[in-house]
């Protein structure tokens, strides 16, 4: 099994059905042990047409930051210094995530999952091939980056509905095997630390 970078999961996932000993394992085989395991759980749910459609949806919205584009939108909606804080919010969200996605993507280059036996349904909700080099998940650290951000201490729903959508994103990356289940992991992690670093910002 190749370490981390999870060249070799087609390989590998039909032997992970059964237990795996991961105390075993060294910590990039682990990992992988670990990604094909979640892999092998999304598996049945592919395939269905409307949770084809519904992650296609979800993953299409934390494209290009569209989702926190709107939840911006929703915390201005009334004006007054929390419209400003919810501007500036989005703003450094997205200076940071867009810094530390692109620079971890370039160190780590980690090759995305072997999606040639993907079975997914034939659907007309449009998916933007990846292109990138796969650890961080980028759609899942600018959802908790943003969510970070944009959550107010005296709204616990809307807190709760931010980083629901932030969770939808990152499992919709699973679902469509864009990204191992440690990139999305990583990426929830990271956008958080980051989201919290940034709130001291705005």
């Known amino acids: 099994m ?16 059964g237990p795996v000993d991961l105390s075993s394992l060294g910590f990039g085989d682990m990992v992988a042990a670990i ?35 709107a939840s911006t939108a929703w915390r201005a ?25 692109a620079a971890l993507k370039a160190i780590i280059g980690r090759p995305r999952p072997d999606r040639t036996d993907l079975r ?3 659907n007309i909700v449009p998916l933007r091939e990846p292109t990138t080099s796969s650890f961080p998940s980028g759609h899942t650290l600018a959802a908790f980056c943003a969510a970070s951000v944009l959550s107010e201490h ?35 992690a990271i956008g958080t630390v980051l989201g919290l670093v940034g709130r001291r910002l705005v």
Do not use: Y
């Open 2 to 17: 190749t370490p981390v970078n999870g060249a070799s999961r087609g390989e590998t996932r039909g032997n992970l059905i």
């Open 35 to 69: 990604d094909d395991r979640v892999d092998a759980w999304f598996e049945p749910w592919r395939g269905q047409p409307v949770l084809d459609a519904m992650a296609r949806i979800v993953s299409g919205l934390g494209d290009r930051g569209l989702l926190w584009a």
């Open 77 to 101: 909606r009334r004006p007054g210094s929390r419209r400003n804080r919810a501007v500036r919010a989005l703003a450094v969200a997205g200076a940071e995530s867009s810094v530390v996605i």
């Open 120 to 122: 997914l349904g034939d």
């Open 154 to 188: 005296d709204d616990l729903s809307g807190n709760a509905l931010l980083f629901s959508c932030a969770g939808l994103i990152g499992i919709s990356r699973i679902h469509l095997r864009a990204h191992h289940a440690s990139d999305v992991l990583g990426a929830m």
